[in-house]
């Protein structure tokens, strides 16, 4: 399931709560479209998480939760589908089907896709 947000000429703030009480701001353009897209996703049979896909001009990005943390992953070069990165770790969505893979550790990717059993 998504669901798009459309922001417009107010600057966007990304706020990322870390470990402890610290909070990450993400400030982008002010003046540019910005959208906010969320999704919920389900990866081997595990559970459900919701990624914020969010754009704004030129920057892409993924906010996903990781082992309990939010994670805030870029958008790189990706011959097909969007794929985004943050630290070991790599997100790559074509359609609804996506990928996580923890490229430092070596293991297989995890297989992920529409999470079909969220209520509306």
């Known amino acids: 399931m998504l ?15 870390l470990a402890g009480q610290a909070t990450v701001t993400v400030q982008l353009d002010p003046g540019t479209e910005t959208s906010v897209t969320l999704a919920s ?3 081997d049979q595990g559970d459900a998480f919701t990624v914020q896909y969010i754009n704004s001009a030129q920057n892409a990005l993924a906010v996903i939760p990781i082992d309990g ?6 958008n790189v070069v990706s011959g097909s589908g969007a794929r985004y990165v ?6 790559w969505s074509k ?7 923890n490229v430092i550790a070596g293991t297989q990717p995890q297989q992920c896709g529409p999470d079909d059993k969220q209520d509306d």
Do not use: D, N, Q
């Not at 459309?6 to 990322?16: K, N, Q, W, Y």
């Not at 943390?69 to 870029?74: G, Q």
């Not at 943050?86 to 997100?91: C, K, L, P, R, T």
């Open 3 to 17: 669901k798009k947000f459309l922001f417009m000429t107010a600057p966007l703030a990304i706020l990322v709560p």
């Open 41 to 43: 996703y389900r990866c």
């Open 69 to 74: 943390a939010e994670r805030i992953f870029v």
């Open 86 to 91: 943050s630290g070991e770790y790599e997100w």
């Open 95 to 101: 359609g609804e089907e996506a990928t996580l893979t």
